[in-house]
C-alpha cells in the first residue's frame, strides 16, 4: 500500500509544471506577460527552486500547533473556556495545514514524493482531505479551458451570485453541510462498487473537493488509482469517528465538535475564495491576459488578508502566471517584478489594497 500511495501521489502532482508550460506558450505573444516571464527568468535568483526545508518546517509546525489545540478542545469538558479557546486556534491551524494541499498539488511528479506522503497521510487522510481529491480539479482551475466557465471547480461566481441574498443564503448553507458531505463520501465508499455506473459517478462528481456541482471530473487510469489508494484509509478514519462513541471510547459530544470544527476551517477557505480573484468572467473561456487581470495580488499586511491567505499565496495573480512557483518564493518574486517591470505594466494593477476591498464586491456585487 505504501509503494501505491508513493506512485500514485507522485503521479497526480504534475500540476504546476503541466499548467506553467501551457501557460507559457499561451502568453508569449502578450507584450507585459512576456516582460514579466523574461524578468523571472533573467534574475539572478532561482524563483522556481523548492526549499525543502521550508516545507517541512511549516508543514510540521503546523500539524503540532493544529493538533496540540484540537486537543485541547476535543478533550476538556463542553462549553469550558478551555474548549471555547482553543477552537479558533484549533481551526486556525488545522485550515493552515491543509492549505498545503496546494502546495503539495503544484510539486513536480517526481519532488519530495516524502513530504507528499507525509503530508496525506499525518494531515490528508486525518481531515479526509486527501490531495488526490484535490490534484486533478485544481489543475482544471488553472487550465485556459476551465477558467472562468461554468465548470471550473473553483470560480465563486459558479456558486454564488454577488448581491443576490437568496444566491448568498444557498451558498452558506452549501459551505455548511460540505464537511458533512465529504464525510458521507468516504463513509459510503464501498457502496460505490455496487455497480460500474455507481463508481463512475462518484469517481466524477463525489470525488473532488469542490462545492460546483456542475464541475465533472475527467478521469485517467492514474486518477482512479490515486482515489482508490487515499479512500481505504479514508474510509477506515471516517468509521472510527462513530464506531469510538459507540464503543464508549468517546462521548457523543464528539461528534458535533469535530463538525464545527471542520466547519470553522472550511469557512476560513471559503472567505478566502472570495478574493482569489475579481469573478468578471461571463462565462466564456478567456485568454491568459484576461485570465491574469481577473486575478488578485494582496501586498499589504492587513490582518484579514493575513488571516486568509496563508504562506504567501495572496499573490495569487502572480500565482497563476507562474503556477510552479513555490509558495515560499512569491514574495521575493513580486518585489523583483515590481522594481524592474515598466512604470505602465499592466502588472502593478493586480495589486488590491486587502481582502475585504475585493470580497465585498464578490459578496454584495457591483456597488
Known amino acids: 500500500m505504501a509503494e501505491a500511495l508513493i506512485m500514485t501521489f507522485m503521479a497526480n502532482s504534475t500540476v504546476g509544471v503541466a499548467v506553467a508550460e501551457a501557460d507559457e506558450q499561451q502568453g508569449d505573444e502578450i507584450g507585459w506577460i512576456s516582460e514579466a516571464r523574461q524578468a523571472i527568468r533573467s534574475a539572478s535568483a532561482d524563483f522556481f527552486r523548492v526549499s525543502p526545508i521550508r516545507y517541512w518546517f511549516d508543514f510540521l509546525m503546523s500539524l503540532v500547533l493544529a493538533y496540540s489545540a484540537a486537543w485541547v478542545y476535543l478533550s476538556f469538558p463542553f462549553g469550558s473556556w478551555q474548549q471555547l479557546s482553543a477552537f479558533p486556534i484549533a481551526a486556525f491551524w488545522l485550515y493552515r495545514m491543509g492549505s498545503l494541499i496546494h502546495e503539495v498539488c503544484h510539486l513536480g511528479a517526481h519532488e519530495m514524493w516524502l513530504f507528499k506522503l507525509a503530508w496525506n497521510a499525518l494531515g490528508g487522510v486525518v481531515t479526509l ?26 470560480y465563486v461566481a459558479n456558486v454564488m451570485e454577488g448581491g443576490n441574498p437568496a444566491s448568498i443564503i444557498g451558498y452558506s448553507m452549501h459551505v455548511l453541510l460540505f464537511p458533512g458531505l465529504v464525510f458521507l463520501r468516504f463513509l459510503l465508499a464501498p457502496l460505490s462498487f455496487i455497480h460500474p455506473a455507481v463508481r463512475d459517478w462518484t469517481l466524477r462528481k463525489a470525488s473532488s473537493l469542490t462545492l460546483n456541482r456542475h464541475y465533472d471530473r475527467k478521469l485517467t487510469p492514474a486518477d482512479r488509482r490515486a482515489i482508490l489508494a487515499v479512500e481505504v484509509p ?86 497563476h502566471l507562474f503556477p510552479s512557483m513555490p509558495y515560499h518564493n512569491l514574495k521575493s518574486a513580486h518585489e523583483h517584478l515590481a522594481a524592474t517591470l515598466p512604470a505602465d505594466s499592466p502588472y502593478h494593477s493586480l495589486d488590491r489594497p486587502g481582502w475585504w476591498s475585493v470580497a465585498r464586491r464578490t459578496l454584495l456585487g457591483p456597488a
Open 129 to 154: 482531505t486527501p490531495s488526490p481529491f484535490f490534484t486533478r480539479h485544481h489543475r482544471d482551475h488553472h487550465s485556459r479551458r476551465f477558467y472562468g466557465t461554468p465548470e471550473d471547480p473553483e
Open 234 to 319: 479514508c474510509f477506515l478514519r471516517a468509521c472510527m469517528i462513530p464506531l469510538l462513541v459507540l464503543l464508549g471510547l468517546s462521548d457523543w459530544t464528539r461528534i458535533p465538535l469535530l463538525y464545527a470544527l471542520a466547519v470553522g476551517t472550511v469557512v476560513l477557505n471559503q472567505l478566502r475564495q472570495l478574493a482569489d480573484h475579481h469573478f468578471e468572467g461571463d462565462g466564456d473561456r478567456v485568454d491568459m491576459e484576461s485570465h491574469i487581470l481577473d486575478s488578485c495580488n494582496f501586498t499589504r499586511n492587513d490582518p484579514l488578508t493575513l488571516l486568509f491567505f496563508p504562506f504567501s499565496i495572496r499573490y495569487h495573480a502572480l500565482h
